[in-house]
């Protein structure tokens, strides 16, 4: 008889209070019994299913580690162990969670007015108003730490933007985008909350993604867009500011990245077992063995990697590289744990209803999203040479 599937195979969970891993089993319940029997039919359509969000907000895990305004308050150990469970179930609505929580809200904890959190910050974390994040622009992707082409000034009438931004995930049904342009007069970069019935602001939806397809993700037109002052965050005032909220999140995706790996591991390993041929379990076989065995060492390695990376976090140490580093691994791993899922189920691999297929595909937004490969590996290769090798 086959063992239990134990997809944590160095006990790296056993570390969790007995809160803590009741938390995670509750989260995990609810992504199983809620989440999981209606991603496949949104992942094939290209739709969200709004029917979830009211559920989101019951699970009360939105804004999990900010203190105050409505949020837990908890651990970023914590936070990344839920944002795994989701990534492990479906990616999409991890990156939906994801954006929401972390980039829109971080967005307002980090670099907002008091006044500001007060307003969204509540009924953001109870999915009352959606957050989107508005970073990447058609022609600006991996370089807009410089290269920002959006812009804003400071007039009369209030901060007027101007500019295109691309992929920003939950835009096309946001309340608030938080949108970064380049100030005209000092040239730094700067944040702005815009909400949707602004005037200025027009969001086109773009289609035929072939990964998280569960994820709406906009094309945004800024014209004129007028945004008065007291929806500009005060405390960002340089692309530093925009890079704290992004060492934050790419924790988090190195983190989703991790649940994504998991849950292809577990489905393969599963179908292994079920799965006969030449009359015995495929799982038997040695060749086999060697890509189950390859999967779980990539995983572990993960899992092991990203628990120290949020006691780095919680301890108040982690700098943009560790995160950046994590963010490479986890999900270039991942990127190899989810073909080799894909390549022991044979045909089947490719069907969605086996629910490793999801995975292939938005393995592949993972890798990219939150800085490539290259421009984090350029950022962890800065720290250790001293030489800055952007450009
Ligand atoms: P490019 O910058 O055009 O890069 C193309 C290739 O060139 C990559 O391989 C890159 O690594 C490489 N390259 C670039 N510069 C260098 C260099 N100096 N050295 C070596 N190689 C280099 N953005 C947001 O602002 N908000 C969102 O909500 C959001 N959601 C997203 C969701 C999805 C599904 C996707 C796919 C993207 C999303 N993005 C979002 C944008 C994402 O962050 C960018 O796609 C990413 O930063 C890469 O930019 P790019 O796609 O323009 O690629």
């Known amino acids: 008889e086959a063992p239990p599937i134990d997809a944590d195979f160095y006990s790296v969970e056993a570390k969790l209070s007995p809160e803590d891993r ?12 809620e989440i999981k029997p209606i991603v496949n039919k949104y992942w094939l359509h290209d739709e969200f299913p709004f029917e979830i969000i009211p559920k989101l907000a019951a699970l009360n895990v939105c804004g999990y580690v900010y203190d105050g305004y409505g949020c837990a308050g908890g651990s970023s150990l914590m936070d990344g162990i839920i944002a795994a469970e989701f990534g492990r179930i479906d990616p999409s609505i991890a990156t939906f969670l994801g954006v929401q929580s972390g980039l829109a809200m971080g967005s307002i904890y980090l670099c907002g007015s008091e006044e500001q959190k007060q307003e969204w910050l509540p ?28 812009t804003c000034r400071k007039t009369e009438k209030g901060w007027v ?51 998280l397809r569960i994820v709406q993700n906009g094309l945004i037109t800024l014209t004129d867009c ?27 995706v190195a983190w989703m990245a991790v649940g994504c790996a998991r849950g292809a591991y577990e489905n393969a390993l599963e179908y292994t077992l ?4 030449f009359g015995k379990p495929i799982a038997s076989f040695q060749l086999i063995q060697n890509h189950l065995v390859e999967m779980l060492s990539n995983l572990t390695a993960m899992q092991t990697l990203v ?22 691994f986890c999900t270039l791993r991942t990127r190899d744990i989810v073909s080799r899922a894909r390549e022991v189920m044979g045909g089947n691999g490719i ?41």
């Open 22 to 33: 009741a938390l995670q089993l509750r989260v995990r319940e609810f992504l199983e019994t």
């Open 123 to 150: 009924k953001m974390q109870k999915l009352e108003k959606i957050g989107a994040f508005g970073l990447t622009e058609p022609e600006v992707g991996s370089a807009t730490a410089g290269g920002l082409t959006t």
């Open 161 to 211: 933007l101007n500019g295109q931004k691309k992929w920003i995930g939950n835009s096309t049904f946001s309340d608030i985008t938080i949108i970064w342009a380049r100030d005209l007069d000092d040239n730094q970069v700067k944040g702005f909350i815009v909400r949707k019935e602004n005037p200025g602001f027009m969001v086109d939806k773009i289609k035929g993604k072939m990964a």
């Open 226 to 252: 007028v945004v008065p002052e007291s929806d500009r965050l005060p405390l960002a005032n340089s692309f530093k500011d925009t890079a704290k909220v992004l060492q934050m999140t790419r924790a988090g």
């Open 274 to 277: 079920q799965r006969k041929q």
């Open 307 to 328: 628990f120290r990376l949020s006691e780095l976090q919680d301890e108040g140490k982690l700098k943009d590289e560790h995160a950046s580093l994590a963010k490479v």
């Open 351 to 391: 069907l969605l209803e086996y629910n490793v297929a999801r995975f292939l595909a938005d393995a592949e937004a993972i890798y990219s999203y939150e800085g490539t490969k290259e421009i984090n590996s350029l950022i962890v290769g800065r720290s250790i040479t001293g030489f800055s090798a952007f450009v």
